[in-house]
């Protein structure tokens, strides 16, 4: 199990222990995390599990792909750090992660 941390807008931590392998989506989802609506489902095919990772794991998620950039166009507030939650597959890596969620989707 890795720890996640989704920070919703008004301040709220959600602190999680998640499986590795699974998407910060799914487990923003499972959890009932607010703020992220998930229409899609994962499929990239949406900008509604938008999230801005926070500035100190910037270089260990990585940048979007281009199928995910193409997404981006459509989020609310684009930032430096934005990605789709459902893009981010949780790894040992990813231990301790950071995420915020921001005011609202797209």
């Not at 996640?4 to 807008?9: R, T």
């Not at 998640?18 to 998930?38: C, F, Y």
């Not at 926070?54 to 430096?80: H, I, K, N, Q, S």
Request: charged fraction near 25%; charge should be negative.
């Amino acid at each position: 199990m890795t720890k996640l941390s989704i920070i919703a807008f008004d301040g709220t931590r959600h602190e999680l222990e998640v499986q590795t392998g699974s998407t910060v989506m799914e487990n923003a989802v499972r959890n009932s995390v607010p703020g992220i609506e998930a229409e899609c489902g994962g499929a990239c095919a949406c900008a509604t599990c938008h999230v801005y990772i926070d500035d100190a794991w910037t270089a260990v998620v990585g940048a979007p792909e281009a199928m995910e950039e193409d997404m981006l166009d459509f989020a609310y507030d684009v930032r430096p750090t934005s990605r789709l939650s459902c893009q981010i597959k949780m790894s040992d890596a990813l231990d301790g992660l950071v995420v915020h969620v921001p005011e609202r989707q797209a």
